[in-house]
């Protein structure tokens, strides 16, 4: 019987296919973009195999881009008229199964479907990775920790592979709030593999929730040749960066890693970037700063991908780019377009229909009115919705751009009170960060109280001078 390199038994597949496989995984684990010739080359040598062709499903959606799940759910239903799933072992019958839901735009069903492989399976790497994806796009932090938290103890000590385990695990602590196990499980993960860009990340966004921005620079610039180029995440890690610089107060280097590694005319114009691109520059445009001309063209590229509705947290950044650069009536244009694609018959089990309209639309709405200046509501839509944003996916950081919007609307509505409500719950997370310090000197200047003023700009003086003496970021290569 042919195996994986972690014991799991491989239906229909070869010797030569089970290396393919196997390069595949560690490819996937690393979000290196060999995975995708790797797994052109399983297909090649067992194109009956069910585990082949669910990876090759898996990475059509793993993008959010529409059009490349569209041609891996064509080519999967090809694939799957001709197998009798039924008579599938348990294993391959699981992941063709999470494939098909996942293809379909059940992503709920899917990651259920994995979570159930791996109460059998706890060392299928590939179940465990795609499935901790699937907690991130549908925002559920409990089941990002417990999936992985579940399967650790199937992974002994001395496995290489382990601490691209423990990589993923300290992203779901971090979610779930538990940011000092979080930081212990990243770090020994990068111990053990320093390439392990997904636990780097995990550390990154543990010092980003704390507000321990002078740490998170070091951090990136001590391990900038594992992270910054060649892998798939390498653009998401740079948007962490910048965040760190808008905290020292450095819009300047903030712009300068949006030119060099978010957003220019040599980019790709994927999604997953655009949408850090977009949430860079809203950020800035929240903190009174300008980024010149990089809206518009941000906005050319949403515009001329013409996406359908296909996942709402990329719906949210295309309209943060289209207000940034005052296309209101584009942003208005995808609102009615999504609202008419609700108004249609379609299955329930299509987890964006509740997504785009429980948090998607609302979410749009507010940012539009935003852009008119009609903060009472924005408060209004938001409000609600606060502690309810995780539904539509995303991070916590990814997140808090919308947190910052409901904030910045309070104060400029006059909200006092909500808004002395919202900076103090922010301040007790993040007694550190110089943006709350602001928001606090903002309220108090609207209550007249300048000592109270005086205090908050101290801090946050004190809290971005000390960012600035970590940020020695300069504009990065591709």
Same mark, same amino acid.
């Given at each position: 019987?042919?195996?994986?390199?972690?014991?799991?038994?491989?239906?229909?597949?070869?010797?030569?296919?089970a290396?393919?496989?196997?390069?595949?995984?560690?490819?996937?684990?690393?979000?290196?973009?060999?995975?995708?010739?790797?797994?052109?080359?399983?297909?090649e040598?067992?194109?009956?195999?069910?585990?082949?062709?669910?990876?090759?499903?898996?990475?059509?959606?793993?993008?959010?881009?529409?059009?490349?799940?569209?041609?891996?759910?064509?080519?999967?239903?090809?694939?799957a008229?001709?197998?009798?799933?039924?008579?599938?072992?348990v294993?391959?019958?699981?992941?063709?199964?999470?494939?098909?839901?996942?293809?379909?735009?059940?992503?709920?069903?899917?990651?259920?479907?994995?979570?159930?492989?791996?109460?059998?399976?706890?060392?299928?790497?590939?179940?465990?990775?795609?499935?901790?994806?699937?907690?991130?796009?549908?925002?559920?932090?409990?089941?990002?920790?417990?999936?992985?938290?579940?399967?650790?103890?199937?992974?002994?000590?001395?496995?290489?592979?382990?601490?691209?385990?423990?990589?993923?695990?300290?992203?779901?602590?971090?979610?779930?709030?538990?940011?000092?196990?979080?930081?212990?499980?990243?770090?020994?993960?990068?111990?053990?593999n320093?390439?392990?860009?997904?636990?780097?990340?995990?550390?990154?966004?543990?010092?980003?929730?704390?507000?321990?921005?002078?740490?998170?620079?070091?951090?990136?610039?001590?391990?900038?040749?594992?992270?910054?180029?060649?892998?798939?995440?390498?653009?998401?890690?740079?948007?962490?960066?910048?965040?760190?610089?808008l905290?020292?107060?450095d819009?300047?280097?903030?712009?300068?890693i949006?030119?060099?590694?978010? *957003?220019?005319?040599? #980019?790709?114009?994927? +999604?997953?970037? /655009?949408?850090? =691109? %977009?949430? @860079?520059?809203?950020?800035? &445009?929240?903190?009174?700063?300008?980024?010149?001309?990089?809206?518009?063209?941000?906005?050319?590229?949403?515009?001329?991908?013409?996406?359908?509705?296909?996942?709402a947290?990329?719906?949210? *950044?295309?309209?943060? #780019?289209?207000?940034? +650069?005052?296309? /209101?009536g584009? =942003? %208005?244009? @995808?609102?009615?377009?999504? &609202?008419?694609?609700l108004?249609?018959?379609?299955?329930?089990?299509?987890t964006?229909?509740?997504?785009?309209?429980?948090?998607?639309?609302?979410?749009?709405?507010?940012?539009?009115a935003?852009?008119?200046?009609?903060?009472a509501?924005?408060?209004?839509?938001l409000?609600?919705?606060?502690?309810?944003?995780?539904?539509?996916?995303?991070?916590?950081?990814?997140?808090?751009?919308?947190?910052?919007t409901?904030?910045?609307?309070?104060?400029?509505?006059?909200?006092?009170?909500?808004?002395?409500?919202?900076?103090?719950?922010?301040?007790?997370?993040?007694?550190?960060?110089?943006y709350?310090?602001?928001?606090?000197?903002?309220?108090?200047?609207?209550?007249?109280?300048?000592?109270?003023?005086?205090?908050?700009?101290?801090?946050?003086?004190?809290?971005?001078?000390?960012?600035?003496?970590?940020?020695?970021?300069?504009?990065p290569?591709?």
């Amino acid at each position: 019987m042919v195996t994986d390199q972690y014991g799991n038994p491989l239906h229909e597949c070869t010797q030569e296919a089970a290396a393919h496989l196997d390069r595949a995984v560690g490819s996937l684990l690393h979000f290196s973009p060999e995975v995708e010739q790797a797994v052109d080359d399983a297909l090649e040598s067992a194109p009956t195999s069910p585990v082949a062709q669910s990876f090759a499903a898996y990475l059509g959606a793993l993008g959010t881009e529409p059009g490349d799940a569209l041609a891996a759910r064509r080519r999967f239903d090809r694939y799957a008229a001709g197998v009798d799933v039924s008579s599938l072992p348990v294993r391959e019958r699981l992941h063709v199964a999470a494939a098909s839901a996942w293809l379909a735009g059940d992503l709920l069903r899917a990651g259920g479907l994995l979570e159930e492989l791996s109460l059998v399976c706890p060392r299928d790497a590939l179940a465990l990775a795609v499935g901790h994806q699937l907690d991130f796009f549908t925002g559920d932090s409990v089941r990002l920790r417990d999936r992985i938290g579940g399967a650790l103890s199937a992974w002994d000590a001395a496995d290489p592979h382990r601490g691209l385990m423990l990589g993923m695990y300290a992203f779901g602590l971090e979610e779930s709030g538990h940011y000092r196990l979080a930081e212990e499980a990243g770090l020994a993960a990068v111990e053990q593999n320093p390439r392990d860009v997904w636990a780097i990340h995990a550390v990154v966004h543990t010092y980003e929730m704390q507000g321990r921005v002078s740490e998170g620079i070091g951090y990136l610039d001590a391990r900038r040749d594992d992270w910054a180029r060649g892998n798939y995440l390498n653009v998401h890690n740079w948007w962490h960066y910048s965040l760190y610089a808008l905290e020292a107060g450095d819009t300047g280097t903030a712009l300068s890693i949006y030119d060099a590694a978010l *957003h220019n005319d040599s #980019s790709a114009g994927l +999604a997953m970037e /655009l949408l850090d =691109a %977009a949430a @860079l520059l809203w950020r800035i &445009r929240l903190g009174g700063g300008e980024s010149g001309p990089r809206c518009g063209a941000l906005a050319d590229a949403w515009a001329s991908r013409a996406d359908p509705p296909f996942y709402a947290f990329n719906d949210v *950044h295309a309209v943060m #780019s289209y207000v940034g +650069a005052g296309r /209101l009536g584009e =942003a %208005a244009r @995808l609102i009615a377009d999504r &609202r008419r694609w609700l108004a249609q018959e379609g299955p329930d089990t299509v987890t964006n229909r509740r997504m785009t309209a429980d948090i998607g639309l609302p979410v749009c709405e507010a940012l539009v009115a935003h852009g008119q200046g009609k903060h009472a509501t924005v408060v209004e839509l938001l409000w609600p919705l606060r502690r309810r944003l995780h539904e539509f996916g995303g991070s916590h950081a990814q997140r808090d751009a919308l947190q910052k919007t409901l904030l910045d609307s309070a104060l400029r509505s006059g909200r006092h009170e909500l808004a002395r409500v919202l900076i103090s719950e922010r301040i007790g997370l993040r007694p550190d960060s110089s943006y709350n310090w602001a928001a606090r000197a903002r309220l108090a200047d609207a209550l007249g109280d300048a000592a109270l003023a005086a205090v908050a700009r101290d801090h946050e003086r004190d809290a971005a001078a000390a960012a600035a003496e970590a940020c020695t970021a300069s504009a990065p290569g591709r």
